[in-house]
């Protein structure tokens, strides 16, 4: 890992109300590295995602993404998220607009492109992610996996330092996922640093430079893929493996241990 | 016989209920021929026509009831509605604003004005007004008290309808914009505001038809013979002549207005629907 990593997270607590999703987390993602979150539902891992680029306001701790703490009070939080992409599992496509109008409008309104510029780094990132012939289409038209390419292409238009997934392919058909995945392991091969919150193993196994697994709240494991999927430490990362490698083996387990 | 096979086999003593249905919509048929037929016959369409259908009366009203009356009756609509959208986008988004006095403000004012009736709220703008700004003058003259009144009234009803449409608009659009480096403002302004106005378009064309109707109330503040619009013009002439014969014509003329926009809001409202499918 480099010396300045490109995302620090220093103990950082979040509760909504009484819940309290994360318990102190550290974690550090280098420049160019490509760290898979991975864990149950409710694990904390879309929080953490989300304090990163201060979606979500953190009740204690730090995050510091390129050397700016983003948890600072005084931050300019806008010029922050310029430099950090967010990709979610709804896609969150503007309806309104063409799929070119979704590249250019946030490039024209909050970089200050010209018309000209804007058009041209639209169109350029539209056939990075195979999507050059729907520039004149609405969301509406566009199948899931293509809207998740088009958002994506977006926030690449941006020219982010740092690319943030929050489940990327959770809402799509299983069939069109792969058409995503390529994309962000393109993505991953021309070195963007990314962090990935995601169900997908067999892309956190090739692609991932480290896998963290999260449970409760905090950190229970972090490695490289080999070790934390391959050959898990921990009960816990076992067990969450095992239920999602292989659902139907499952057990039937007493419902009291939930909230 | 068990209690299952009662319900499904029919019971020889009573009717089936395809046959209780037919005899119940035989019913209602019969009910509505015996209603319009006794309308018919007992009113008196020898004085109705005396009195509403006059046809020389009718030629007479045009074309001024067109040129004058109409063109009024829509210019006083138009200014009302354009005054009221623009106070109610700023009382809405009052009404969502962080700041506790904003909300509050918004809050006292959609509940007096959507509370009062409008006839009280153009009293309040041709007498008080003037009362409490001695030697102002709104300007427009009439137009513009018009414009007030009418604006006044419809804002606190367009800004509860902006509210529920921006609130319409799904959370993950606001955050998608943030995290492109959008702030709060230039979020409402360039992506959420222009989403919510596509759902709240039927529900303003509806607006816009009550207040064209309200639009009448201006004969309570008084109006130059140039200013009058349907309803006043409507019944200054009914009056003169001792006949209704205007009034009917100037009805038909709200009508002319206000059936094609209902037709329109209709499909607004079917085309909003197919949309959000």
């Known amino acids: ?259 | 016989m068990s209690g299952a096979d009662a319900q499904v086999q029919p019971r020889k003593s009573g009717l089936t209920r395809r046959q209780k249905r037919a005899l119940s919509r035989g019913a209602q048929y019969v009910v509505f021929v015996a209603a319009v037929i006794a309308l018919a016959v007992t009113a008196d369409w020898g004085r109705l026509k005396n009195q509403f259908a006059q046809w020389d009366l009718v030629k007479q009203m045009f074309p001024d009831v067109i040129t004058l009356a109409l063109k009024n009756t829509v210019l006083y609509t138009m200014s009302g509605f354009v005054f009221g959208l623009v106070l109610g986008m700023v009382i809405a988004l009052m009404r969502l604003s962080p700041v506790g006095p904003y909300r509050w403000l918004a809050g006292i004012y959609i509940e007096i004005f959507r509370g009062l009736p409008a006839l009280l709220i153009f009293v309040f703008v041709g007498v008080a007004v003037p009362l409490a700004f001695p030697g102002t003058e709104i300007p427009g003259g009439t137009y513009g008290k018009v414009a007030l009144a009418l604006g006044l009234v419809s804002a606190a009803y367009m800004a509860e309808t902006i509210r529920a449409g921006i609130q319409a608009v799904p959370k993950g659009q606001m955050e998608a914009a943030r995290s492109l480096g959008f702030s709060h403002a230039r979020a409402m302004v360039s992506i959420i505001i222009p989403q919510a106005f596509r759902i709240v378009i039927p529900p303003l064309t509806n607006e816009l038809v009550l207040l064209f109707k309200d639009s009448s109330l201006v004969l309570f503040l008084g109006v130059t013979l140039e200013e009058r619009e349907l309803t006043k013009f409507g019944r200054d002439l009914a009056s003169q002549t001792a006949n209704s014969t205007p009034i009917l014509v100037a009805g038909l003329c709200y009508l002319l207005v206000t059936v094609p926009l209902g037709f329109v809001v209709r499909r607004l409202e079917a085309k909003a629907g197919e949309a959000t499918k």
């Open chain 1, 1 to 259: 890992m480099s010396s300045t990593p490109e995302i620090h997270v220093r103990d950082l607590y979040k509760s909504f109300g009484d819940n309290e999703v994360l318990r102190g987390i550290d974690l550090e993602v280098g420049q160019g590295e490509v760290v898979c979150v991975i864990g149950p539902s409710g694990s904390g891992k879309s929080t953490l995602l989300r304090c990163v680029n201060l979606l979500e306001e953190p009740t204690k701790g730090q995050v510091l993404v390129g050397g700016t703490e983003v948890t600072h009070p005084d931050v300019d939080i806008d010029a922050v998220r310029r430099r950090i992409g967010m990709v979610f599992q709804q896609f969150n496509l503007f309806p309104h607009l063409s799929v070119t109008e979704n590249l250019t409008l946030p490039q024209r309104r909050v970089l200050r492109r010209g018309k000209e510029e804007a058009a041209r780094i639209a169109a350029e990132n539209l056939r990075r992610v195979g999507l050059s012939e729907k520039a004149d289409a609405y969301p509406a038209s566009l199948s899931g996996g293509q809207q998740q390419r088009v958002a994506i292409a977006r926030a690449l238009a941006m020219g982010p330092e740092v690319m943030l997934f929050d489940e990327p392919t959770s809402a799509l058909d299983p069939e069109l996922v792969g058409d995503v995945l390529a994309v962000m392991r393109m993505l991953a091969d021309e070195g963007m640093t990314m962090m990935v919150v995601t169900h997908e193993m067999t892309f956190a196994r090739e692609v991932a430079d480290r896998v963290v697994f999260m449970d409760g709240g905090v950190i229970v494991e972090d490695g490289t893929p080999a070790q934390v999927i391959g050959n898990p430490s921990h009960e816990r990362t076992r067990h969450f493996l095992s239920r999602l490698l292989d659902p139907a083996m499952a057990d039937v387990e007493e419902t009291e241990k939930g909230p």
